[in-house]
C-alpha cells in the first residue's frame, strides 16, 4: 500500500506559476511509475504527464508539454509538477498516481493503483 498526499494546489493568474507536490508514504523509485492526472469541471480525468519507474525523461501530455516540468526528490519520496506559464484551461483539480503500468498504458487512469485526494488548481484570466 502507498499513500499519496498533494500539494500546492492554488489560485494563480494566467501565465503564473504553481509547484505541486505528491509525497509518498514509501519509497517509489525504481518500484512504481508515477502520474499526474488532472479533471476539470465536468470533464473526464486527463492525463497530464508521468515519470516511469525506471526513471527515464517524463512523458508529458501535448497540451502542457514544454510549460509542465516533472521531477522527484528521492531522499523526500516526493515528485513535483512545476507548472508554469498557466492558462484558464489547466483550471483542475490534480491527482498525483503510482502504479505499475505498462507503456502502452501509461496515460490510463485506470492502470494505477494508489491516487492522491487531489489538490485544486484554479487559473484566472
Known amino acids: 500500500q502507498v499513500q499519496l498526499v498533494e500539494s500546492g494546489g492554488g489560485l494563480v493568474q494566467a501565465g503564473g506559476s504553481l509547484r505541486l507536490s505528491c509525497t509518498a508514504s514509501?519509497?517509489?523509485?525504481?518500484?512504481?511509475?508515477v502520474g499526474w492526472f488532472r479533471q476539470g469541471p465536468g470533464k473526464a480525468r486527463e492525463f497530464v504527464g508521468v515519470?516511469?519507474?525506471?526513471?527515464?525523461?517524463?512523458i508529458y501530455a501535448n497540451s502542457v508539454r514544454g510549460r509542465f516540468t516533472i521531477s522527484r526528490d528521492n531522499a523526500k519520496n516526493t515528485v513535483y509538477l512545476q507548472m508554469n506559464s498557466l492558462k484558464p484551461e489547466d483550471t483542475a483539480v490534480y491527482y498525483c498516481?503510482?502504479?505499475?503500468?505498462?507503456?502502452?498504458?501509461?496515460?490510463?487512469?485506470?492502470?494505477?493503483?494508489?491516487w492522491g485526494q487531489g489538490t485544486q488548481v484554479t487559473v484566472s484570466s
Open positions: 498516481a503510482a502504479g505499475t503500468p505498462i507503456t502502452s498504458q501509461l496515460s490510463s487512469p485506470s492502470a494505477y493503483a494508489y
Open positions: 514509501t519509497r517509489t523509485n525504481n518500484i512504481y511509475s
Open positions: 515519470l516511469k519507474v525506471n526513471n527515464a525523461n517524463p
